[in-house]
Nanobody, 124 residues
């Protein structure tokens, strides 16, 4: 049974930092690219970051580029999201997801497995 378990969310002031973790089990971790998404109340889920199987290639949307960093530790089956210079608009539930395909720009619907999410709240 595949499980993706996020942790590290919480309440932080604007300008602060948080590090999210996502521990994967029940799958061959290196067979999957990993992504982070977020969903704010009343909004659609949006892409935040993706990392290749080896960890050598990363992708970010402009909204978080330069502030967020995705990384992975394949020995620990864990993917991380370091979030710096947080803004109130970053407030959302953050989800990690595993992708087994090879599209250059997979959508959220292409991902195979999802975690339950962790709440991040940024106060102004």
């Amino acid at each position: 049974q595949v499980q993706l378990v996020e942790s590290g969310g919480g309440l932080v002031q604007a300008g602060g930092s948080l590090r999210l973790s996502c521990a994967a089990s029940g799958l061959t971790f290196t067979n999957y690219a990993m992504g982070w998404f977020r969903q704010a109340p009343g909004k659609e889920r949006e892409f935040v970051a993706r990392i290749s199987r080896s960890g050598s290639i990363t992708y970010y949307p402009d909204s978080v580029k330069g502030r967020f960093t995705i990384s992975r530790d394949n020995a620990k089956n864990t993917v991380y999201l370091q979030m710096n210079s947080l803004k109130p608009e970053d407030t959302a539930v953050y989800y990690c997801a595993a992708y087994s395909g090879y599209k250059v720009r997979p959508t959220q619907y292409d991902y195979d497995y999802w975690g339950q999410g962790t709440q991040v709240t940024v106060s102004s």
